[in-house]
């Protein structure tokens, strides 16, 4: 089993940044991508970003790209989210998630962390 804990949320500005960091614990060998997620307030759970746990192979949705980064450290067992220029509609839980495999369903979730952006 696996246990990811995600932290860095919070309440900001339009246009400022935020790093959103993930732990991951247990049985770490297994994960072969470690990806974000977001969930705002009456909408679906949307794919954020993802990484490959080994390679670094990165991957964002539209929405993210040149705006937010994700990155890894291998040696922590961690996965960082920073994100900059945010805008009001990154308003979500965002969370963490982990999957043994590229094209598989993601198998491991954290409990989500809270980010706010005002105007």
């Known amino acids: 089993q696996v246990q990811l804990v995600e932290s860095g949320g919070g309440q900001v500005q339009a246009g400022d940044s935020l790093r959103l960091s993930c732990a991951a614990n247990g049985r770490t060998s297994s994960i072969y991508v470690m990806g974000w997620f977001r969930q705002a307030p009456g909408k679906e759970r949307e794919f954020v970003s993802s990484i490959t746990w080994s390679g670094g192979t990165t991957y964002y949705s539209d929405y993210a790209k040149g705006r937010f980064t994700i990155s890894r450290d291998n040696a922590k067992n961690s996965v960082h989210l920073q994100m900059n220029s945010l805008k009001p509609e990154d308003t979500a839980v965002y969370y963490c998630?982990?999957?043994?495999?590229?094209?598989?369903?993601?198998?491991?979730w954290g409990q989500g962390t809270q980010v706010t952006v005002s105007s």
């Open positions: 998630a982990g999957k043994g495999t590229l094209l598989g369903r993601y198998d491991y």
